[in-house]
């Protein structure tokens, strides 16, 4: 089961550079969590995505690094590399943490360089 935990983690992590996050790999319930002050629905952080990914030439390439698995948890230490619309370029590095109730994802906690995310993106768009 860890291994297939892994790859809907994966999965959602090569979706984010298509600005569109599925949502059945989650429970109805679950949560996008980020360290830069966002708690939302999975539901609103694809919305949120969405609108991210209009501000960039290509989408955001997420490149996973190291991953553990551990009981209903899968951590993926990860890179990304975007080129946007307004010139400037991003460029993060991150902690995903993907919780799991049996099969689904119930939480995502998203830790990364929030000033970066501020200071590239135009989050009021």
Known sequence: MTNDRTQHALA???AIGTGTVPLDPFTSDAR???NG???LPV???AAL???LHTQTESGIVVTPGLIMAQDDSVMI???SAARLTNGRIYDNRYIFLFHFRGDAICEVREYSDSA???ATFDLTA
């Open 116 to 118: 970066h995310v501020n």
């Open 37 to 39: 002050g966002l708690d």
């Open 43 to 45: 539901a609103e952080f």
């Open 77 to 79: 230490e990860a890179t």
């Open 49 to 51: 995505l969405a609108t």
């Open 12 to 14: 959602i992590l090569a």
């Open 32 to 34: 996008w969590w980020w």
